[in-house]
C-alpha cells in the first residue's frame, strides 16, 4: 500500500513539475489535472470514497473553468531570455525550500507511522454514531451532525466566493 | 514515513513555482497544487493499516475503520478550494481584460 501510493505522488511530482515549465499555458493547465485526478485514485486507495467522489467532481470543474480562462486568451508564456533575476530568485526559491523541508521533516518525527494511527479523537465519533445520528457512513454523521455549524460555515464562504465572483466579472473597469 | 515526506516535497514543488513563475495562471496551478498536497497529507494521517472505509455495516459491526475525522474536513476543504480558486481565476480574467497579458512584471511597469 505504502509502496503503490509513494509510486502515485511521485508521477504527481513529476506532473506537477512539469505543469511549472511547460511553454504552452494550455499544457500547464492540463499537467495540472493530472495532479488532480491522481488524487482522485490516491483517495481510493487510502480507503475515502467520499473524498475521490468529491474531488473527481472539483477537479473536473476547476479544469474546465481554467482551459476556458486559457482559451480566452494568449496560450503562449511570454518567457523572454532566462535573466540573472530570474536565476537569483531560483536560487533564493531552491535554498527556502531546502530549509522549510527540513523543518517539515523535524516536525513530522514524532508522528505516529504510516498505517498506525491510533484515532484518538475519532473514538467518540465512531462509537455509537449510528445510534446517534442515523448515518451509516460515518463521514456524514461528522459533517452533517457533530460538526453541522462548520459546514454551515462552508456554505456561507461557498455563498461569498459566488458573490466574489459576480461581483468582479460584472463591474466595468477603469479604463 | 517515506509518503509523507514526498508529500511535503509535492506541497514544497508548488511553493517553487508560487516563488519563481511570472505567469499568473501558472501560480494558480501552483497553488491549487500547494492545497492538494495539504489534502493527501490529512489523508494519508487518517489512514489505518487494514481498515475498512468508514461506512458502517450494521451486519457486521465489529470492524476496524480509517479515521473519519480527517476525512471529514478535507471535504469541507476541498469545497473550499473550488471557491478561492473560482475566486482567482475571476481575478486573472478582469487582469487580461485590463492588461492584456498574464506575466506580472508587464503589469507591474503598466501601473499608473
Partial sequence: ???????????????????????DILSAVIAGGIVGYSL???????????????????????????????????????????DTQAWVTAATAVVIL??????????????????????RMADAYVNGAVDKTGSVNLVTGVLFDFRGYDTLGEATVLITAVLGVLTILRIRGRK | MTVYWLCFILFLVGLYGVITRRNLIKIAISLSVMEFSCFLFLALIGYTEGGVAP????????????????????????????????????????????????????????RG
Avoid at chain 1, 505504502?2 to 513539475?17: D, H
Fill in chain 2, 55 to 110: 461506512i458502517v455495516d450494521t451486519a457486521d459491526p465489529v470492524k476496524t475503520y480509517v479515521d473519519p475525522l480527517p476525512q471529514a474536513m478535507v471535504l469541507t476543504a476541498i469545497v473550499i478550494g473550488l471557491a478561492t480558486t473560482a475566486m482567482l481565476m475571476a481575478v486573472i480574467i478582469r487582469i487580461y481584460r485590463k492588461y492584456g497579458t498574464f506575466d506580472i512584471r508587464e503589469i507591474n511597469n503598466l
Fill in chain 1, 40 to 82: 482522485v485514485i490516491c483517495f481510493l486507495l487510502l480507503k475515502a470514497p467520499d473524498l475521490a467522489i468529491v474531488q473527481i467532481v472539483v477537479e473536473t470543474i476547476t479544469l474546465i473553468i481554467m482551459v476556458a480562462v486559457v482559451l480566452d486568451s494568449s496560450r503562449t508564456e511570454a518567457y523572454g531570455k532566462f
Fill in chain 1, 98 to 119: 531546502a530549509i522549510l523541508f527540513w523543518f517539515l521533516k523535524e516536525a513530522s518525527a514524532p508522528l505516529a507511522p504510516f498505517g498506525e494511527n491510533t484515532m
Fill in chain 1, 1 to 23: 500500500m505504502e509502496l503503490a501510493i509513494s509510486v502515485i505522488i511521485i508521477f504527481m511530482i513529476l506532473g506537477a513539475i512539469y505543469a511549472i515549465h511547460a511553454s
